[in-house]
Each structure stands twice: as C-alpha cells, then as structure tokens.
C-alpha cells in the first residue's frame, strides 16, 4: 500500500472523534463487551479512515487537513481502499445487528456526500455544518449505543439516552466551525462555502464560544441529574484547560489573523479530545 493512502487514511485522526463513542459507554447500563470491541473497531479503525481517505481523494487538499499538516496527493489506490474498508465495515457491522449495519451504512453515505462532487454538502454552509454536527454527534452516539448496549432502535427513544445524544450534537456544532477557520483559502479555490466563512474568524469564535457555554450547561444539567452534583461539577472543571488555551488563541487571534492556523486548530482538538476522553473514562470506570 501507498505511504500517501495510509497517510490519507488518518488513522490517528479518530482520537478527536472519539468523546462521542466514550460518552455512550460511560452512560451505558448494560455493556455487552463483544460488541463494545467491535463497534469499536468499526467506527475507528474503518469507517472514519475510509470516510477521511475518501474524503481526501475527492477534495485533493494542498494545504493542511485535519491531521495532516503537509497533505501529500492522493492517487486512485485510496478511493480504492476507502471503499473496502467501508465494506469490511458494514460486514462486520452485521456480526453486531441489522440496525447497527443501517445505521453505518447511512453514515457512510452522508460521509461520502459530504465530499462527492455530484453532492458536495461541503459547499453548502449550513447543510455542511449540520450534516457534520447531527451524523458525527447524535447519530454516532446512537449507533454506539445501540452497538454496546445490544439494544434495538426502538428501545434506544428514550429520553436519558436522546439527552446526551442531542448534546454531543450541540457540543460539535459549535467546535466544527473551529475546524474550518485555518481552510478559508483552501476551501474557496474549491468553490466551498463553510460556516466558517460565512462567520469569519473572530465570528467563528464568538459563535464557538456561546456553544461552549450552552452545552457545556447542558451536560452540567444532565450529570448532575442523571449522576450526582460532584459529577456535573466535575465535567465544569474538566473542561478548564479548553476554557484557557481556547481563550488565550482567542486574543493572540485578535492581534494577528494568522495566528488561526493548522497547528492552533489540531492543539485546540487534541486538548478537548483529551479531557473529554479522560472524563468519560473515568466516568464509566467510577
């Protein structure tokens, strides 16, 4: 295999995406530890690399990408390989259940629209940014619900489970924008228009910010009921090095626009996976 399709693959890259599946667990009552590893293993170790090469292969990025700071080009080995990890994928996914092979198989194909020329969410501002923020939060929470719990659809529509799935949502839809603020150049050569743009550096934020402020209250609100005060006080304090180091680029930013750059951006996603993981963790190990 192709050094450029591995490095497209982003494996690494799954540890910012990784909060979500971690939450399921940590609220999970009934952990079937099968399913826990392979649902594991599909989310992270095929179908967001399938879903990140094939990306790669349809944008062809000169500039940086989310964990790739020197993106090198990308040849028709990696459409290639994208495409059968997402079908070893949806194999395995049937070991787990039918649902959960559905529910993997959507989020490939809105992954794959995402980038698709004859679809390209990606240009659409909104459109994107909710495609990202629903299928990556709430959607993923769901299906790794699903997944751990060895449960059916049905049995998941209950509201101590829509809660925190509906949080993550409100969680990325803030931090995405975030994503794209280093792109902007990159991404109007394509002729993409991200929520980003559309909000501007300062704007973008700004909008981050008050997101944080409203999830973060929210997930407060739903640990210190569904778990204990301690909980909901201990997930605040968790998040405080978000809190600074996002605050401290805020006004390096104000003083020099550059400064929203590729390295800030991975800093800023690899402190928030890391606290959130570790939280999580320990949540689900208390």
Same mark, same amino acid.
Request: glycine share 6%; aromatic share 18%; hydrophobic share 50%.
């Given at each position: 295999?192709? =050094?450029?399709?591995?490095?497209?693959?982003?494996? /690494?890259?799954?540890?910012?995406?990784?909060?979500?599946?971690?939450? %399921?667990?940590?609220?999970?009552?009934?952990?079937?530890?099968?399913?826990?590893?392979?649902?594991?293993?599909?989310?992270?170790?095929?179908?967001?690399?399938?879903?990140?090469?094939?990306?790669?292969?349809?944008?062809?990025?000169?500039?940086?990408?989310?964990?790739?700071?020197?993106?090198? =080009?990308?040849?028709?080995?990696?459409?290639?390989?994208?495409?059968? !990890?997402?079908?070893?994928?949806?194999?395995?996914?049937?070991?787990?259940?039918?649902?959960?092979?559905?529910?993997?198989? +959507?989020?490939?194909?809105?992954?794959?629209?995402?980038?698709?020329?004859?679809?390209?969410? =990606?240009?659409?501002?909104?459109?994107?940014?909710?495609?990202?923020?629903?299928?990556?939060?709430?959607?993923? $929470?769901?299906?790794?619900?699903?997944?751990?719990?060895? +449960?059916?659809?049905?049995?998941?529509?209950?509201?101590?489970?829509?809660?925190?799935?509906?949080?993550?949502? !409100?969680?990325?839809?803030?931090?995405? /924008?975030?994503?794209?603020?280093?792109?902007?150049?990159?991404?109007?050569?394509?002729?993409?228009?991200?929520?980003?743009?559309?909000?501007?550096? *300062?704007?973008? $934020?700004?909008?981050? %910010? *008050?997101?944080?402020?409203?999830?973060?209250?929210?997930?407060?609100?739903?640990?210190?009921?569904?778990?204990?005060?301690?909980?909901?006080?201990?997930?605040? %304090? %968790?998040?405080? /090095?978000?809190?600074?180091?996002?605050?401290?680029?805020?006004?390096?930013?104000?003083?020099?626009?550059? =400064?929203?750059?590729?390295?800030?951006?991975?800093?800023?996603?690899?402190?928030?996976?890391?606290?959130?993981?570790?939280?999580?963790?320990?949540?689900?190990?208390?």
């Amino acid at each position: 295999m192709k =050094k450029s399709t591995i490095l497209h693959l982003r494996i /690494p890259f799954s540890f910012f995406l990784l909060p979500v599946f971690l939450l %399921a667990v940590a609220v999970s009552e009934h952990i079937h530890q099968q399913n826990l590893i392979l649902s594991f293993f599909i989310l992270h170790l095929l179908v967001y690399p399938a879903s990140n090469g094939y990306n790669s292969y349809f944008d062809k990025d000169e500039g940086s990408i989310g964990g790739l700071k020197h993106p090198p =080009k990308v040849s028709r080995q990696l459409y290639y390989v994208s495409l059968l !990890m997402d079908a070893l994928g949806l194999a395995l996914a049937l070991v787990i259940s039918f649902e959960f092979l559905l529910m993997i198989f +959507i989020y490939g194909a809105v992954s794959k629209a995402y980038s698709h020329p004859s679809i390209r969410l =990606k240009k659409y501002p909104l459109i994107g940014w909710l495609a990202a923020g629903v299928f990556q939060g709430y959607f993923t $929470f769901l299906l790794s619900y699903i997944a751990v719990n060895d +449960i059916s659809f049905s049995e998941s529509l209950n509201w101590s489970i829509q809660f925190p799935g509906i949080l993550s949502t !409100m969680l990325l839809l803030g931090s995405y /924008p975030m994503t794209q603020i280093y792109q902007h150049d990159e991404d109007m050569k394509r002729g993409d228009i991200t929520i980003s743009q559309k909000l501007g550096i *300062l704007g973008t $934020f700004h909008f981050t %910010a *008050l997101s944080f402020m409203i999830s973060s209250g929210g997930f407060f609100f739903y640990f210190m009921n569904e778990f204990s005060l301690n909980t909901g006080l201990l997930f605040s %304090a %968790a998040m405080f /090095p978000v809190l600074l180091y996002f605050g401290s680029w805020y006004f390096r930013v104000r003083n020099d626009r550059t =400064k929203a750059d590729y390295s800030s951006t991975m800093r800023l996603n690899l402190i928030s996976s890391a606290v959130l993981n570790a939280f999580f963790i320990y949540l689900r190990l208390s």
